[in-house]
């Protein structure tokens, strides 16, 4: 129960994740609907874990 609890406070909305990302809600919509940003349903309302969200933003690594 523990986790779960540590879980919910770790949950960012979409508001707060396009404020990280400086891009718009509909942006983080998008990536969450394409599956791009993995995120998860509280009643209504969409959440992306802070884990997540730094996966997210890390660069990607580039073959030379």
Same mark, same amino acid.
């Given at each position: 129960?523990? *986790? /779960?609890?540590?879980?919910?406070? $770790?949950? /960012? ?7 990280? /990302? =400086?891009? @718009?809600? %509909?942006? #983080? %919509? +998008?990536?969450?609907? *394409?599956?791009? /940003? ?5 009643? +209504? =309302?969409?959440?992306? +874990? +802070?884990? $997540?969200? *730094?996966?997210?933003?890390?660069? #990607?690594?580039?073959? @030379?």
């Amino acid at each position: 129960m523990f *986790e /779960l609890a540590n879980a919910h406070n $770790d949950a /960012l909305t979409r508001k707060q994740v396009a404020n990280a /990302l =400086q891009v @718009s809600v %509909t942006t #983080v %919509t +998008r990536l969450i609907g *394409e599956g791009q /940003l993995p995120a998860f349903r509280i009643g +209504r =309302q969409w959440r992306v +874990r +802070r884990i $997540d969200l *730094e996966n997210f933003m890390q660069p #990607v690594p580039v073959a @030379s």
